[in-house]
């Protein structure tokens, strides 16, 4: 079989692996998303624990410690959400008579802006597109969807509780099962994997909660209403790389636009909620960062839709971190390091080229 058929044959092959996992992932999406939801978080949480088994605290101690603080910490953000939401939907009706309204002098000046060219427009209202009960219904359903999401972080907080619990061990283990050649490759491997991983959801985590925070306290200031949801949002979608930021400035900026008279406001709220996104994204989070994962941008566009078709708005939150721990798996596997080279971007390419050159 000559060489180009043999390529031909394995793109194919790799591509029907590829749609066979998409379906496995699809329809297993109940159980998988909470399990990779639980590895990720004992990432985040396994310092502490480390932490406290090196002050002498006994492991269950330990796990009890960091159990009891993330079911606290999920049990205070659902009833500051839920009640936003309930907000929400009880303060409805005063935006859509807002909204009602702008809209109707928006119909007005496009007739007026028509008639100066003596175009004829159709006879219908921009409001007449908005259907108001509609909204008031998703998020009413948002809120039911959110009380479900509460039982599955519970299965979640347990998952994890069970992956922390064996955190350590798993070094020691190897040693005893395989070879001592092998056995110490593979637990560097193992090691390295970790430290990344770690280091990147960790400060990921960090600008994620430090711009919700400061999200949070500009909408504060300006007294804008739901300031703690928006601020929540902003932590969740910052995980979502470019379009993430975005989308948590429009929602609070609508609402303002909606909630204010002067539209000096709005522009300030942009202004500060934009400024703190660039901030937070292009200055803080380079220099907090160790390493560069330096992903490339078409990559991540691919697995953001990919992901999103998947598992929904909760696989955008992890497609990254998913590609970027598949990433530093391959850069540790020497068989799979040009995988991992496909996956970079500029620099790890002209990297690439120029260890080749030499």
């Known amino acids: 079989m000559e060489q180009k058929e043999l390529r031909i044959i394995t793109v194919l092959l790799a591509t029907l692996t590829a749609i066979a996992l998409g379906i496995v992932l699809q329809q297993l999406k109940s159980v998988m998303l909470p399990f990779v939801l639980a590895i990720f978080l004992s990432y985040i949480f396994k310092p502490i624990v480390l932490y406290l088994r090196n002050k002498h605290l006994p492991g269950s101690v330990a796990l009890l410690v960091v159990f009891l603080f993330i079911l606290a910490l999920f049990f205070g953000l659902s009833s500051i959400i839920y009640s936003s939401f309930d907000s929400f939907v009880r303060e409805f009706p005063k935006y859509q008579n807002k ?61 994890m509780f069970f992956i922390l619990a064996g955190s350590g061990d798993l070094i020691a283990k190897l040693h005893s099962a395989i070879a001592r050649r092998h056995s110490q490759r593979l637990a560097s491997i193992i090691e390295s994997i970790d430290v990344r991983v770690r280091q990147y959801l960790i400060t990921k985590t960090l600008i994620s909660l430090g711009t919700g925070a400061l999200t949070t306290i500009v909408l504060l ?70 390493f560069s994962l330096n992903l490339s941008p078409l990559l991540v566009l691919v697995s953001l839709f990919f992901w999103g078709w998947l598992w929904g708005v909760w696989g955008m939150i992890l497609a990254v971190p998913m590609m970027s721990t598949l990433k530093i798996v391959f850069e540790n596997v020497e068989s799979l390091q040009p995988l991992a080279v496909l996956m970079g971007g500029r620099k790890e390419v002209a990297a690439a080229e120029e260890v080749s050159e030499e």
Request: charged share 10%; glycine share 6%.
């Open 99 to 159: 909204l009602s309204l702008l809209l109707r002098e928006t119909t007005l000046l496009i007739d007026e802006m028509a008639a100066r060219v003596d175009i004829k427009p159709e006879n219908m209202s921009l409001s007449d597109l908005v259907d108001f009960s509609a909204v008031t219904s998703l998020v009413t359903s948002g809120a039911g969807s959110f009380i479900s999401l509460l039982g599955n972080l519970i299965i979640v907080i347990l998952l």
């Open 221 to 290: 200031i300006f007294g804008v209403d739901f300031a703690l949801l928006w601020g929540f949002l902003t932590f969740l979608l910052n995980f979502i790389p470019n379009i993430g930021s975005i989308m948590s400035i429009i929602f609070p900026v609508l609402i303002s636009f909606l909630q204010f008279d002067s539209i000096t406001t709005p522009l300030l709220i942009i202004i500060l909620l934009g400024a703190t996104q660039f901030v937070m994204g292009n200055v803080i989070e380079p220099k907090m960062m160790e």
